[in-house]
């Protein structure tokens, strides 16, 4: 997370936004979570899981969109 969703400020790996306070504990942990998930969904793909890895994408796309795992995911449409 490069900015506070409060108020925007720059953030530098803390789990406290400096400006507004705000506590990012939580989200912080929802997008390593979902950055988990990527890299399992990736390990998963080597080993031609497909569905475990949709699986993994879904869940990870649920918790925090992002361009890798939708590219991911279109990838096992494809293939699957």
Do not use: W
């Amino acid at each position: 997370m490069e900015r506070c969703p409060n108020c925007r400020a720059r953030l530098k790996d803390a789990c406290r936004c400096p400006r507004c306070g705000t506590d990012l504990s939580l989200p912080l942990k929802i997008e390593q979570r979902a950055r988990s998930l990527e890299q399992t969904a990736v390990m998963q793909l080597a080993r031609g899981e497909m569905e475990q890895a949709e699986r993994a994408l879904d869940k990870a796309l649920r918790l925090k969109p992002s361009p890798l795992a939708r590219a991911l995911l279109r990838f096992v449409h494809e293939k699957y």
